[in-house]
């Protein structure tokens, strides 16, 4: 039996021009939305919905792929499994972005919400929709981020060994 794998975590500084270039990409959508709502307010909803439910989707994937493959012992699945967990990054934006969608639900669900089918109104009613939809993905964030916190633990210990501002991790 082989010794098991271990993960050096190399902590670096982001370079400031990436990271510029992404707030200012990010500046650009959160601009691209308010304009889409001043302009076209079901098309922006719409659009940020199905955007919201692929990256959340994709994000939660990622932990899941992570997951199997140690539930199977894939121990040459190392660097793929840490990929996969770096979608995770992207699940407690996802709970901010669920909460901020609230704001749209007159289009999001404007299918049922005036008027749920016959014999699914106390399902089908605003607050107990978004509260069973937070309270889930809450409770998935809480998952994700005990599950990360274990499964990156013996590269972050490395890290704060070899770099001062990793303690704590």
């Not at 939305?33 to 990622?62: C, E, I």
Request: charged residues 10%.
């Amino acid at each position: 039996m082989s010794a098991p794998v271990r993960y050096r975590a190399n902590p670096r500084e982001i370079p400031v021009a990436w990271l510029g270039g992404c707030l200012l990409l990010v500046a650009i959508g959160v601009v691209s939305f308010f304009v889409g709502l001043s302009s076209d307010p079901r098309a922006a909803w719409l659009a940020y919905q199905s955007n919201f439910v692929f990256f959340a989707t994709l994000s939660q994937a990622g932990v899941v792929l992570g997951s199997a493959l140690i539930i199977v012992g894939a121990r040459w699945a190392g660097p793929v499994r840490h990929v996969a967990e770096a979608l995770a990054a992207w699940v407690p934006i996802s709970l901010v972005l669920a909460v901020i969608g609230y704001f749209g639900h007159e289009v999001i669900f404007a299918n049922w919400i005036h008027g749920a089918p016959p014999g699914k109104e106390a399902w089908l009613n605003l607050p107990r929709v978004y509260a069973t939809d937070l309270g889930v993905m809450g409770l998935m964030t809480v998952l994700t981020l005990v599950y990360l916190k274990a499964s990156f633990r013996p590269a972050l210990r490395e890290a704060a060994e070899s770099a001062p501002r990793a303690r704590g991790l």
